[in-house]
């Protein structure tokens, strides 16, 4: 069976043919045709035929939707069914799409002469488009544009090209719509498009508000314009253009050869020159050309208050001001040509200034008279615009008319002497300037050596003044010359103090060097209490220096130094040494200006006035005799004393006289005296005694006197001549030595 897949409303409201294809069946065997389970169609299959065809129509194919077509046979005279064909579907859909609606062409149904070269916009609305839906679009009934639809859509917009309206002065557009089942719409209205390239002639402007200036006036009100131009047919509008940028559009009357144009407020434009031109734009939108143009001035605005600077700098005049001349600057917008400024001094007019156009400042001098008497006085300004605009005021700009000038100032002595010293010059030092009575805003000048140092403001009602010196302020050493005075609050300059010299001396004296003290660097009780000279060395001594010796921080000695000399002597004794024990001592050099030098380099002095105790001397060989034989030996004598400190000495005397010298062990209570065979002299009876001498030499105690025997030699007898004794001569000498020397 051979079915066609689509069944519109067309088809079915024809006869369409279908054809069963099957092999040669028995005379008399009928073919039945069933739709959806429905027999539609039954027939007698002829002799021989080996293919059967159904006429359908109408009814036969069922109602719109999706409908299932099959076969089968019906054997004659028993009516069994053969099997069932394979079975066809067919869709069947004989609703036609909504009519559409052509809604407008190029936007107004008007092809102007811009439109003309380009493609032309077609809106139509309709129904909300399925897969497949087409739009035929037609041109007075011809087809000239198929376009697919969007699913869903309800409108469409196509472009038609620009040649299909080259020729024509009208036309009509209309649509229709055909589904996927060529199931087409009524064709929709038609929507008469008129074709309009003629341009519109030119529209020249007239003079606006009589003048083409608009004042502030003029802008608060409506002003009426009537602007001719040519007749367009179906009206149009009048469009007025500012400065390049449409502002108002009017629709034009049908056939009118004039349109009134009401102008007013922002109409105008802010202040300033501003071109106005008009052109016609016929019902088409072809717009004419712009006629000549005119040129307004908008001058609208009273010009701003202006401002004032500080009136002659300071808000003061003085005398110098008042006679060479003083200014200040009136600050405004910036000037039109014509424009002028007005000054009042206290309300009364003083001058009328022409203002340079462009300029948003003017420089004003007032001379002597201009400036009114001493006191207090007030300017005020406004400007004056070409156009008799006046403008605010400005606020009041006061002033001191103040000629008077002060009295000279006095300056004291200056750092207490007229002369600063290094620590003076490091410090802040005051310096008091003397003057007449201050008003607020006077202050007063130091100057050295010609040039200001410092600027000081006075408190008001202060008859003196204190400056603060400092570092660079005093200037090099040396001398220098310091003058002060006094400037009011106008600027009137007092007259100069007296100068006064003042002498700068900030460079210290070097550090001396300290000498040896007592010789040795320490201070026995002998060398305490007599006088002990210390030297000190430095740099050639200025006039007036003097030398300072310090026992830690304790002044010892202050000596005037003689002017060139390069070393000073001082006497020490007493209490200058201090207690016993370690003494540091420094020296410093105060020059005349109170210049102190670094101090010297610390030199220690060991003080030491206690006498060592007396030593302990004991019997020379028990006995204080030595006997020719103990002469002929060495003999030791262990003296005893106070534990020794390291360079002390014990001394042995003989006689007053100063016989041996032994250093004790460091920390020993006994020495030895060693007394050689020969040390002892002739025979005889000598006196011994001892002390200890300490480090510092410091003598101690006498030990008790020891007077000591020396034996003398035996005497010669009966020598043999050849240096041998004989018998009895021996026996002699022996007795005489044991008589003499105690012998046994």
Known sequence: MTLDDTINLQRKQSVTLVRAEHGELATGTRLELWRDNVRVRSVVVASNASSTTFSLSGADWGADGTRTFKVRTIAPGTGVAGAWSASETVLVDTRPPSRPTVLSVSGDNKVNSSEQSADIPVVISHEAAV???????????????????????????VDLPAALFQQVSSFDISARLIDSAANA????????????????????????????????????????????????????????????????????????????????????????NHVFEARVVDSAGNPGDFGGSQTVKVDTTAPQAPTFSAIAGDGFVNASEATQGAGFTIAHEAAGAGDKLELYRDRVLIRTIDLDAGASSTSVTLLAGEWGAEGAHMLRARVVDAAGNVGAWSTNASYSADTATPAAAELPVIAGDDQVSAAEKAQSTAVIVRHGLAMSGSRVELMRDDVVVKTVTLAAAASSTSISLTGA?????????????????????????????????????????????????????AERIAASTLSVSH??????AQLELYR?????????????????????????????????????????????????????????????????????????????AEKQANVTIAVGHEAAT???????????????????????TTSSIVVAPADWGTPGTVALKARLVDTVGNEGAWSVEQRVSVAGALPRCGDAGDGRLGRGRQRRRAAYRHSVAGWP
């Open 185 to 272: 719409s009524p064709v929709s209205s038609a929507r008469s498009v008129q074709v309009v390239t003629q341009i519109p002639a030119g529209v020249a402007m007239p003079v606006l508000a009589g003048d083409n200036i608009v004042s502030a006036a003029e802008r608060a009100t409506v002003t009426t314009v009537s602007i001719q131009h040519a007749s367009t047919l179906g009206g149009g509008k009048l469009e007025i253009w500012r400065d390049g940028a449409l502002l108002k559009s009017v629709s034009i009357a049908a056939n009118a050869t004039s349109t009134t144009v009401r102008l007013s407020g922002g109409d105008w434009g802010a202040d300033g």
């Open 552 to 628: 830690g921080s304790t002044l010892v000695r202050r000596v005037a130094m003689t002017t060139g000399a390069t070393s000073t002597n001082l006497q020490l004794s007493g209490m200058d040494w201090g207690a016993d024990g370690p003494a540091a001592f420094t020296a410093r050099i105060v020059d005349a200006y109170g210049n102190a030098s670094e101090p010297s380099a610390v030199s220690t002095v060991l003080v030491d006035t206690r006498s060592p105790l007396a030593v302990t001397l004991p019997s020379i060989t028990g006995d204080n005799k030595i006997t020719l």
């Open 646 to 668: 390291a360079g002390s000495v014990l001394q042995l005397y003989r006689d007053g006289i100063l016989w041996k010298t032994v250093a004790p062990v460091v920390g020993a």
């Open 131 to 157: 897969s497949g839906t087409t739009m035929d679009i037609l041109m007075n009934g011809t087809l000239v544009k198929t376009v697919t639809l969007q699913v869903g859509a309800r409108s469409t917009t």
């Open 539 to 544: 740099d050639a001594a200025s006039a007036g």
């Open 473 to 525: 302020d005093w200037g090099s050493d040396g001398a220098h010359a310091f003058k002060a005075r006094l400037i009011d609050a106008a600027g009137n300059e007092g007259e100069w103090s007296a100068v006064r010299s003042v002498t700068v001396a900030s460079t210290l004296p070097e550090a001396p060097v300290l000498g040896v003290f007592a010789g040795d660097g320490m201070v026995n009780a």
